[in-house]
């Protein structure tokens, strides 16, 4: 059982550039978003998903675009990528949403990002 | 106001001792806390939650006080132990079921 997996775990990119970071949860969980952390502000939610097909932003979603075409996978590009969005990018999975029943949301081991 | 404040950002405590972490929050309509423990090279993973109907929760060395009054909740690790050695994270969940994220707290725990 891998739980949640992302891919790239590191990646540098030159500003202007594009790419995408895919996220494979195997938990058959509804719910799926992305973060990014940077030191001394906690988490920060950029899109999540409530289900296949669905996407919503989150506080940060500017400069992002996601997708969610399989209950499994979730998507984060980046279409421009600027040295701001340098940072460490965590997916999570819960089910039936935060707070709800089990209220737990699951991580990857993240994405680390460097754009110059 | 959605913040949640997280003190202090980071902690040094001898092995053996009890290791606290504060976090305050603003939003009344926050009805769930929990509190993400995370490892060097790997993503949060939650320790311990609790809800505003009650002011305590244990659970082995780790325990979380509530006061809800106050609007502050804070963890307790008991017996602090180097395997301990962690960033935490405490969050509050608002109504639209978002976690709202603490800054953080590196704690170190000395042998």
């Known amino acids: 059982n891998a739980g949640v997996t992302q891919t790239p775990k590191f990646r540098v990119l030159k500003t202007g550039q594009s790419m995408t970071l895919l996220c494979a949860q195997d938990m058959n969980h509804e719910y799926m978003y992305w973060y990014r952390q940077d030191p001394g502000m906690g988490l920060r939610l950029i899109h999540y998903?409530?289900?296949?097909?669905t996407t919503a932003k989150g506080e940060v979603p500017d400069g992002y675009n996601v997708s969610r075409l399989k209950k499994q996978n979730f998507l984060l590009g980046l279409e421009s990528a600027a040295p701001s969005q340098t940072s460490v990018y965590f997916c999570a999975s819960s089910y039936w949403g935060e707070g709800l029943d089990t209220g737990e949301l699951f991580f990857g081991e993240g994405s680390r990002l460097t754009v110059l | 106001q959605q913040q949640v404040k997280q003190s202090p950002q980071s902690l040094i405590v001898q092995k053996g001792g009890i290791s606290i972490i504060n976090c305050a929050y603003e939003n009344t309509a926050f009805d769930y806390f929990p509190w993400y423990q995370q490892f060097p090279g790997k993503g949060p993973a939650l320790l311990i939650a609790i809800r505003p109907d009650v002011s305590e929760k244990k659970e082995g060395r780790f325990t979380i006080s509530f006061n809800k009054s106050a609007k502050q909740f804070s963890l307790h690790i008991m017996d602090s132990q180097p395997g301990d050695s962690a960033t935490y994270f405490c969050a509050g969940e608002d109504s639209n079921y978002q976690l709202i994220w603490g800054a953080g707290t590196k704690l170190i725990i000395k042998p």
């Open positions: 998903s409530v289900g296949e097909g």
